[in-house]
């Protein structure tokens, strides 16, 4: 059974930094495109980053410059450091992995970033 579980979530006051990780089991990330997303309320998800199979990254405009994707294919972790954090960034942050015609999501981890 494969599973994406996020972790390190939490309330940050701005300006402040998190990592959030993504624990994969049931598959081997090295042969997925991996990324995180994220959703606030009232608003689609939307992508925040994404790390190709050779570490090739893409970041949303919001993002770039803050945020930072990182992967461990031999941990089967991926990674997303976040710096910079504004209120505007206070959402759902959803772990992503794509391979061909299969996909799969996290759960989800409550990212609040609040004075």
């Known amino acids: 059974q494969v599973q994406l579980v996020e972790s390190g979530g939490g309330l940050v006051q701005p300006g402040g930094s998190l990592t959030l990780s993504c624990a994969a089991s049931?598959?081997?990330?090295?042969?997925?495109?991996m990324g995180w997303y994220r959703q606030a309320p009232g608003k689609q998800r939307e992508l925040v980053a994404t790390?190709?199979?050779?570490?090739?990254?893409n970041f949303a405009a919001f993002v770039k410059g803050r945020f930072t994707i990182s992967r461990d294919n031999a941990m089967n972790m991926v990674y997303l450091q976040m710096n910079s954090l504004k209120p505007e960034d206070t959402a759902v942050y959803y772990c992503h992995a794509i391979r061909t015609s299969r996909e799969y999501w996290g759960q989800g981890t409550q990212v609040t970033v609040s004075s």
């Open positions: 790390i190709t199979t050779d570490s090739s990254t």
């Open positions: 049931g598959m081997l990330i090295r042969i997925y495109a």
